[in-house]
Structures are given as C-alpha cells and as structure tokens.
C-alpha cells in the first residue's frame, strides 16, 4: 500500500511514498526480462525456417514475407493500444501472464500449422499475445522503482530484445539442425511433424512455464497519479504536451529507421561486399549483439541515474543525444570498411550505441506519464515507432540503392546515407525537446509525492 493513503490533516506534508521491497521489484524486473527474451526468440525463429516452411507449404516469397512482416507486425502494434488501455486499469500482472500463454500458446500452433492460412492465423495470435507485455511491463517497473533507481531497472528489461535476438541468431541454426537430424516425428492424433514444425513446438512450449512466474509476481501500488487533465485522455494529454510527448516519439522513431535497416541490410552487406556465408552472419551479428549491443543498455541505464541522481531532470534526453552523435562515425562507416574485420568492428561500435538508446525511450516516456495513461502512451509509442522505423527505414535503404546508386551493389552506401541522415534528425529533434521535457518533468512533480 501507498504510504500516501488515508487521511491528511490541513498544512500537513503528505506522507513518503512507500515502494516495494527491492527483492520482489528486481524478481519482477527478472521474470519480465525472461518473458521478454523468450518473445524474442518466438517472433525471430521464423526467419530461420524459411527454406522448409517454403518447401512444405509450397509457399512463394511474397506469401512468406506476409507471415514474418504483416501477420505479426501489424496485429502486435494495432493491438497494443487495447491492451494498454486494459493495463491501465487493471491488473497488469495477469494481463501479461495471459498475453505469454496466448503468444506461447500460438507459436505452438504454428508447429501445428499445415497450411499458409492456419501458419498466417498463428502468427497473427503470436503477435496479439506479445502485444500485451511492453506496454504493461513498462508501467509496473515505473511502479516498483523510485525514479532515482527507475533507468537501471528499464534497461535490464530491454536488454532482452538483444538477448532474444542474438540467441536466434547464434544458437536458432545449430537447434534446427539437431532436430532435422533427428528426423520427423509422430505425435498421437497429430501425425507427422516435420524440423520446422518441431522446432516451433520446442520454442513456444517453454512460455507456459514463463507465465508461470507471473503467478509469484506481485502487482505494485499504482504511484504518481493525477487527476489533471488525463480525463480528456491519452491523445488529447498527449497533445497538449506535444512539445514534449511528440518530439520525443518522433525523434526515437526515426532513429529506429537507421536500426531496423542495420538489421535488415547490414547482413547483405556483410555477404555481399566481404563474401561471408549467411551462417557466418548470423553467427557475428549474434554475437555482436550479445557482447556490445547488451551492455551498452546497461551502460544507458547507469548512465541516465547517475545524472538524474545529480540534478539532472532531463537525464534520459542529455544522455540520448550523446549516444545518438556518438553512433554516426560508426553507422556510416560500416557499410564503407574496406575489410570484413573492419566492418564487424564499426557494427560492434553502433550496436553498443544503439544499445545504449534502447531503454532511453521508455524512461524518458514513464517519467513525464501519469499512472493512468503509461501503458497506453507506451502503446502509442509503439505504433508512431513501428510504423515509422518498419514501415519506411528498409524500403528507403533499398529505393536509394536501387533507384539512384544504381544496384543492389551499393546497397552498403545507401545504409551508410540513410543511417547518417536519421541519426542527425532524431539528435536534432531530441535537442529540441530539452527544453519543454523539463518542464514536462516539473509537472509530474507536481502530482508525484517525495519518494523515500
């Protein structure tokens, strides 16, 4: 319970805040990294069964893209919004203990699949499912966390998606080819199961026992809300701050144009311009993303307390400008290494960056958002950002190369461009947005009572 609840004489301070013991809020923050990784690793594992998927299903490329991009994308982002809003009012811990049964549920499913439309309706499931976490997620650690600990705690959470990705990419090809070994297998009023249907199955039955821990997990006291102004809701609150929401959704929206085309295109870099074999590539983009992307999300976390703790209100924005300027010389060198080494090394440099803004966007986001509206403006975030970093960064990537350099040959220039420009805009727009985040941070101050 809130220290602030009951009754307060008149001149009397409000009572200090009472958060949650650190060892239920770091379990909390445990259990929903694992969740998190294991999205991952649910969404990515398609993107290593193309071959077979294609084979069985006698599917084209078309229809497949639609399984790894529309079924799943569309849904978890348009989904999103509902859910958030579920979240806050209610029960955020068994809205995500149900949307890792869904999703786990679903991806089991695809193993089952024996067909394009049932594979599209499982994925589509997947997408709905995961759609529940984030948002959700967001609004509990900003509950079990005073704002001084509060960017430590995100960052752990968002290391997962390098996490979940680095592990599907490193380790996904050498399980599949374990079970293609193995051969098929025949379960009882299912039939026979082929490598890739196996493979689902293997990957999706596991979150069950994940949603288990959501049954241990403890839901937090709501803290830092406020009756000013979210009655009209979340667009109309947005938008009155849009200085502050709407610069900031923008700015890390466009910046994730540049990182959505590094994870598209910098493998076809890689495998076109230093003769690495798709398997090489994943094996060093894998690692890359383990062993410079992940702590550089701590490092954001670190970072952003150790300003905020010395006065420091808009610690998450200082410090995203930072690491935005410090990725350029690496995002728009990679692609133009002379050398494969060269060239890993300088995506090591950016993916560290990266790393670093991952979780700077949600901390910037939850420390100007009333209790009311956090899972949703998360939510909103999600959509802004997907749309604008899925929808426009690749096809840019591929419409320069193709249209104005003449060739998928110099599609590593095209990134180098790309990533160089997106970058510049999303720190000049965070530069932007200083100012009135201060001020937006003043004012939740007003509805947030002292922490102790």
């Known amino acids: 319970m809130s220290g602030s609840d009951g009754v307060m004489g008149v001149g009397q301070p409000p009572a200090p805040r009472i958060w949650p013991h650190s060892g239920w809020a770091w379990f909390a923050v445990a259990a929903l990294m694992v969740a998190y990784t294991s999205s991952f690793i649910d969404r990515q594992i398609l993107t290593l069964l193309v ?10 490329d078309t229809q497949f893209s639609l399984l790894a991009g529309i079924a799943f994308s569309l849904f978890y982002t348009v989904m999103g919004v509902p859910l958030a809003r579920l979240a806050d009012r209610g029960s955020r811990r068994w809205i995500i203990f149900w949307g890792i049964v869904v999703w786990s549920v679903m991806t089991v499913a695809c193993g089952l699949a024996n ?48 996490l979940g990705a680095g592990l599907a990419l490193m380790i996904g090809g050498a399980v599949i080819d374990m079970i293609a070994q193995a051969g098929a297998m025949r379960l009882p009023l299912v039939g026979e199961l082929a490598a890739w249907q196996q493979t689902f199955i293997l990957v999706g039955a596991p979150g069950l026992l994940i949603a288990a821990l959501f049954i241990v997990v403890r839901e937090p006291p709501r803290q830092g809300v406020t009756k000013s102004g979210v009655q009209a809701g979340v667009l109309k609150y947005m938008w009155a701050r849009k200085s502050t929401f709407y610069v900031l959704i923008m700015a890390f929206s466009i910046f994730g144009m540049a990182g959505i085309s590094y994870l598209a295109w ?3 870099v890689l495998i076109r311009q230093h003769g690495m074999t798709p398997a090489e590539v994943g094996f060093a983009y894998g690692a890359v993303l383990l ?82 509206l956090r899972a949703q403006i998360t939510a909103i975030y999600f959509l802004i950002g997907n749309l604008v970093s899925l929808g426009l960064g690749p096809t840019i990537v591929a419409a320069i190369s193709d249209n104005l350099l003449g060739g998928d040959h110099n599609i590593g220039l095209s990134l180098a461009i790309v990533s160089g420009v997106t970058i510049t805009i999303a720190s000049l727009l965070l530069t932007r947005a200083l100012k009135p985040f201060r001020a937006s941070v003043e004012e939740a101050r007003e509805w947030q009572e002292p922490a102790r």
């Open 51 to 60: 071959q077979p998927i294609r084979a069985d299903l006698t599917i084209s």
């Open 115 to 162: 067909s394009f439309w049932a594979l599209f309706a499982a994925r589509i499931g997947v997408g709905i499912g995961e759609a529940a976490l984030s948002p959700a997620a967001y609004s509990m650690i900003s509950d079990y966390f005073p704002p001084r600990q509060r960017a430590r705690a995100l960052a752990v959470y968002s290391m997962a998606p390098y």
């Open 266 to 268: 910098a493998p076809a």
């Open 291 to 372: 062993a410079a992307a992940t702590p550089g999300v701590l490092v954001g976390g670190w970072m952003t307390d150790w300003f905020a703790n010395r006065g420091r209100t808009d610690a998450p924005v200082r410090v995203a400008i930072g690491a935005l300027i410090a990725s350029i010389p690496f995002a728009v060198a990679m692609p133009l290494m002379p050398t494969q080494a060269l060239a890993i090394a300088a995506l090591a440099g950016f993916s560290f960056f990266a790393g670093v803004m991952n979780s700077l966007p949600a901390t910037a986001l939850q420390s100007v958002a009333p209790n009311q």
